[in-house]
Nanobody, 123 residues
Framework: QVQLVESGGGLVQTGGSLRLSCAASGRTFSNYAMGWFRQAPGKEREFVSAISWLRTTYYTDFVKGRFTISRDSAKKTAYLQMNSLNPEDTAVYYC?????????????????WGQGTQVTVSS
């Protein structure tokens, strides 16, 4: 079992930055891929970014060059640095974990989820 707690969301103006954190507890953090998803009102959940147990990273097209994912095994924390934010980035952002050896690029691999943190970008 893995417990995930996100933090770092908030209100920011267009062009601003936020860094989201996802603190993990429970089983060995390094054995999981960590992903970030988001869901805007009235829209389906989107896969934003992920980092594997080998620190291989993935970014969806709409965040490439703006968002950076990272992980700190000593702190059992994953991060999502978000720069050049725009109103279309407004959503609840969720952290999730996929077990070692899973198809971590597939959203269905993520079976542990945090409660979400709200990100609002004003125009």
């Amino acid at each position: 079992q893995v417990q995930l707690v996100e933090s770092g969301g908030g209100l920011v103006q267009t062009g601003g930055s936020l860094r989201l954190s996802c603190a993990a507890s429970g089983r060995t953090f390094s054995n999981y891929a960590m992903g970030w998803f988001r869901q805007a009102p009235g829209k389906e959940r989107e896969f934003v970014s992920a980092i594997s147990w080998l620190r291989t990273t993935y970014y969806t097209d709409f965040v490439k060059g703006r968002f950076t994912i990272s992980r700190d095994s000593a702190k059992k924390t994953a991060y999502l640095q978000m720069n050049s934010l725009n109103p279309e980035d407004t959503a609840v952002y969720y952290c999730a974990a996929a077990p070692y050896g899973s198809a971590w690029l597939a959203p269905s691999a993520y079976n542990y989820w945090g409660q979400g943190t709200q990100v609002t970008v004003s125009s």
